[in-house]
């Protein structure tokens, strides 16, 4: 007799999403710390011991500097206690536990973020970023754009976002950042983009928007520095353009880098070919190193970043 064919494996079933819970909405963790061993499993714990469902996790141990970082998202729906108390949970079991230098935070992707931009009267930024906005591919609201000259104003109202004009003077820059301030801080917004915005950012303001401040130049720094930096490049021969996003800090273009990326060109591209892929290149490495900083993906230490995509 033939032996009996083995029973197939059943498939594991699914894990049930609890009832109403939105799956798409996330708790996300951030964490930086000096590395050592056992943090990876006493984060797991935690998360186990309060239902968290894992969906996302991120680690890195930076051997040059001896620090530890992670990102992880867990779904809402399957955490067992509310948020606050989430929060004071792993403050007192599991970021105290780990050292004093635990840097760490704990955020909630069903609390809207925005994003207030800063312009000059170059458009290219702006106009993709409205767009993204508009069409529900940013996760942020941009709440409103300031602007030191009205070129664009026509160009923000058509999306319905506020327009508020704030000119600089040459004899009064103090007066019109300290005007620039508090409109952006009425917003309270989750990041303060300079989207081609031809300002210097004033120390004190670096300071009070450091880690929320966000600008995008192009690669040319610190060869050609000044007015039409791409007649220079373009004078010079240059075979790679590209763009750089950052966050601000009083080191003028020198703050942590988010994101960069470049593009070739060569000998037939004229100078408005040049300016235009370099528009291009800056629009796209903006809107992504501005999502990232949106969705918790960017994590500073010093001068550096670690940026969990």
Same mark, same amino acid.
């Given at each position: 007799?033939?032996?009996?064919?083995?029973?197939?494996?059943?498939?594991?079933?699914?894990?049930?999403?609890?009832?109403?819970?939105?799956?798409?909405?996330?708790?996300?963790?951030?964490?930086?710390?000096?590395?050592?061993?056992?943090?990876?499993?006493?984060?797991?714990?935690?998360?186990?011991?309060?239902?968290?469902?894992?969906?996302?996790?991120?680690?890195?141990?930076?051997?040059?500097?001896?620090?530890?970082?992670?990102?992880?998202?867990?779904?809402?729906?399957?955490?067992?206690?509310?948020?606050?108390?989430?929060?004071?949970?792993?403050?007192?079991? +599991?970021?105290?536990?780990?050292?004093?230098?635990?840097?760490?935070?704990?955020?909630?992707?069903?609390?809207?973020?925005?994003? +207030?931009?800063?312009?000059?009267?170059?458009?290219?930024?702006?106009?993709?970023?409205?767009?993204?906005?508009?069409?529900?591919?940013?996760?942020?609201? +941009?709440?409103?754009?300031?602007?030191?000259?009205?070129?664009?104003?026509?160009?923000?109202?058509?999306?319905?976002?506020?327009?508020?004009?704030?000119?600089?003077?040459?004899?009064?820059?103090?007066?019109?950042?300290?005007? +620039?301030?508090?409109?952006?801080?009425?917003?309270?917004?989750?990041?303060?983009?300079?989207? @081609?915005?031809?300002?210097?950012?004033?120390?004190?303001?670096?300071?009070?928007?450091?880690?929320?401040?966000?600008? #995008?130049?192009?690669?040319?720094?610190?060869?050609?520095?000044?007015?039409?930096?791409?007649?220079?490049?373009?004078?010079?021969?240059?075979?790679? #353009?590209?763009?750089?996003?950052?966050?601000?800090?009083?080191?003028?273009?020198?703050?942590? #880098?988010?994101?960069?990326?470049? #593009? @070739?060109?060569?000998?037939?591209?004229?100078?408005?070919?040049?300016?235009?892929?370099?528009?291009?290149?800056?629009?796209?490495?903006?809107?992504?190193?501005? @999502?990232?900083?949106?969705?918790?993906?960017?994590?500073?230490?010093?001068?550096?970043?670690?940026?969990?995509?």
């Amino acid at each position: 007799m033939a032996a009996p064919e083995p029973t197939p494996a059943q498939p594991t079933p699914a894990r049930p999403t609890p009832s109403g819970a939105d799956p798409e909405h996330r708790y996300v963790l951030t964490l930086g710390c000096p590395d050592r061993t056992g943090i990876v499993a006493r984060i797991s714990g935690f998360l186990a011991d309060i239902g968290g469902w894992i969906t996302e996790a991120g680690y890195h141990s930076d051997s040059e500097t001896g620090w530890f970082f992670t990102r992880q998202t867990v779904r809402a729906g399957s955490v067992q206690i509310g948020l606050d108390e989430m929060r004071e949970r792993f403050a007192r079991e +599991v970021a105290a536990e780990i050292g004093p230098e635990t840097e760490w935070r704990l955020t909630d992707t069903g609390s809207p973020k925005s994003a +207030v931009l800063l312009v000059s009267k170059e458009s290219h930024c702006l106009v993709d970023l409205l767009g993204r906005a508009h069409r529900g591919e940013l996760p942020a609201t +941009v709440s409103a754009v300031v602007g030191n000259h009205r070129d664009l104003e026509e160009l923000v109202t058509r999306f319905d976002v506020p327009f508020h004009h704030v000119p600089f003077p040459s004899e009064g820059k103090a007066q019109a950042f300290e005007e +620039v301030a508090g409109i952006v801080e009425g917003y309270a917004p989750d990041a303060v983009v300079l989207a @081609r915005f031809m300002q210097i950012l004033p120390p004190q303001l670096c300071d009070a928007w450091a880690g929320r401040a966000i600008n #995008i130049h192009h690669s040319f720094l610190p060869s050609f520095v000044g007015a039409r930096p791409y007649h220079q490049a373009f004078a010079r021969g240059v075979k790679l #353009i590209g763009a750089t996003c950052h966050y601000v800090t009083a080191d003028l273009d020198a703050g942590p #880098i988010i994101e960069q990326d470049v #593009i @070739r060109v060569d000998h037939s591209d004229t100078v408005a070919d040049m300016v235009r892929q370099g528009r291009d290149i800056e629009t796209m490495v903006l809107s992504r190193g501005l @999502r990232w900083h949106l969705e918790d993906r960017v994590l500073v230490h010093g001068r550096k970043t670690v940026v969990f995509t």
